[in-house]
């Protein structure tokens, strides 16, 4: 059973640009969370999607958003890129998100801003 | 809310016992805890709901005082394979509402 595949692995971009991330979760599994990782904040919560839903949002500005497609595969969007927005962008999948079950993460996406 | 871990980073020899706590000043649902491997994806290590129930995985288990909205993961006899930084995560509620908010980690280092 194929896990949880993230691309693009890494990046690199500049202050202003866009990115998009790219998110396939585990199949049959129907929500997908994305969490930014940074040295010394652990794991921040962005987003998760259920069946296309976005049910919960974290505490990030409107620059980043998110989508869920009808075959479950997720996409993190980041416009007017910012030095701060360097990390590593974590998805994870689950076959409910409800809470009690394990979540599997991909990889992640390096993202380098310069 | 971002839960509070202690200690940030421990050092261990083979075969020593480690305890990582975790801690939140909120009502919890669900307590999560994941290790990350430099360079690799977190994995799941186990979940406790509150109910107090201790779980096990091999030599590594956890508590969850839902009372004191506090966790603590034990790491007995820690082998090599168990270095890495230990994440908790927590959920005020579960279902639709359900939210994982992962606290900045526990570093561990075990060595020979």
């Known amino acids: 059973k194929a896990g949880v595949t993230q691309t693009p692995r890494y990046l690199i971009k500049t202050r202003g640009q866009q990115v998009t991330l790219s998110c396939s979760p585990i199949?049959?599994?129907?929500?997908v969370s994305w969490y930014q990782q940074t040295p010394g904040q652990g794991l921040q919560f962005l987003f998760e999607?259920?069946?296309?839903?976005?049910?919960n949002k974290g505490n990030f500005p409107g620059r980043f958003s998110g989508r869920q497609f009808s075959n479950s595969r997720s996409e993190m969007n980041v416009s007017t890129l910012e030095l701060g927005d360097s990390a590593l962008y974590l998805c994870a999948s689950s076959p409910t998100g409800r809470g009690t079950g394990e979540l599997f993460f991909g990889e992640g996406s390096r993202l380098t801003v310069l | 809310q971002q839960p509070v871990q202690s200690p940030q980073a421990v050092i261990l020899r083979e075969g020593e016992d480690a305890v990582i706590n975790c801690s939140s000043s909120k009502a919890l649902y669900s307590v999560h805890w994941y290790r990350q491997k430099h360079g690799e994806a977190p994995v799941f290590l186990m979940i406790?709901?509150?109910?107090?129930e201790q779980k096990g995985h091999e030599k590594i288990s956890a508590s969850f005082n839902e009372k004191k909205q506090q966790s603590s993961l034990y790491l007995t006899a820690s082998q090599l394979s168990y270095s890495g930084t230990y994440f908790c995560?927590?959920?005020?509620?579960?279902?639709?509402?359900?939210?994982?908010?992962f606290g900045k980690g526990t570093l561990l280092t075990v060595n020979p």
């Open positions: 995560g927590t959920a005020r509620g579960g279902g639709s509402n359900y939210k994982l908010t």
């Open positions: 999607y259920f069946s296309e839903t976005q049910r």
């Open positions: 406790l709901l509150k109910g107090g």
């Open positions: 199949s049959g599994h129907r929500s």
